[in-house]
């Protein structure tokens, strides 16, 4: 019997939840073939129309009060659907410690939670409700911020943030949706500087920062703690320091990193887990033709497997 995927997209009321479920979630390729059963806990400005459950293969369900969502419910489920995977748009004032301590068939297993703010009225909600907002996005490993003036402070929300949950991954989007890419203010380490230190949280935000503005970070030295991978074909004289990565669900972990250049003989063993010092260059590496990430070692010392191994990516 194989595990049935739950997916939880939680938020207030007309904060985006629908939107999420539509653009985001369902078009991911983890998202396997088959029916998946939709869980609508209320009724926002956006629907799902009869033609799109149909193109999407899903049923969709509405819940109306919160004690309908119990362990019998959920037992109901699976005898009248057996659903390939489930998809709960949650009620943001509803508790969702019970949704996630909930007794649910066996074989399904909470795969994601993700959670959606209005950014336009943020502040009214870190002001007067701060502590319901913050249990939601306590437990959410993606928190999407949309309809953002990108004149806002984001850096104060994303502290706050990281606080309270430290592994989240954290996007805001503009006012047309799109996404707004982190500013220097906006990372959780300081890059002026000569040596930047990367702690083990915020390592998905700078292989994503890295690759994407390599200027930041060229010359300077980085510190972090990793794992030893050595891809076949890859020479004495080189390997990656990766962490393993989850972008949306804990169906899509795979390891990242940034090629490694060994000068003076040092000797690595794979999966070793390694405090790295080195020194950041962008130049072309695996590819002639292709310029990317490089580092060159200065120092590495074995280190301790953290006691959360798996990062994200903001």
Known sequence: MGTTPIFICTGFLDSGKTTLIKDTLMTQDWIEPGLTLLIVCEEGEKEFSPEYLKMKNMVMLQVEEEEQLNPTFFKNCLKNYQPTQVVIEFNGMWKLEKLIKMRYPRGW????IYSTVDGTTLDMYLTNMRNMLMEQLTESSLIIVNRCDRNMSRAGFRRALKVQNPMAQLIFE????????PSEDDLPYDVKGDKIVIEDMDFGVWYVDAYDHPELYLHKEVEFTAQVLIPRGM?????VPV???MTCCANDVRYYGYPCKITDGTKVKKNQWIHVRARFEYEAVMYPDRKQPVLYLEEL?????PKDD???LG
């Open 174 to 181: 503009d006012l047309e949706g799109k996404i707004i890419e």
């Open 301 to 305: 010392t074995e280190a301790e497997k």
């Open 235 to 239: 020479g004495d004289d080189m390997f």
């Open 243 to 245: 962490r393993k990565i």
């Open 109 to 112: 297993e909470i795969q994601g």
């Open 310 to 312: 798996v990062v994200f």
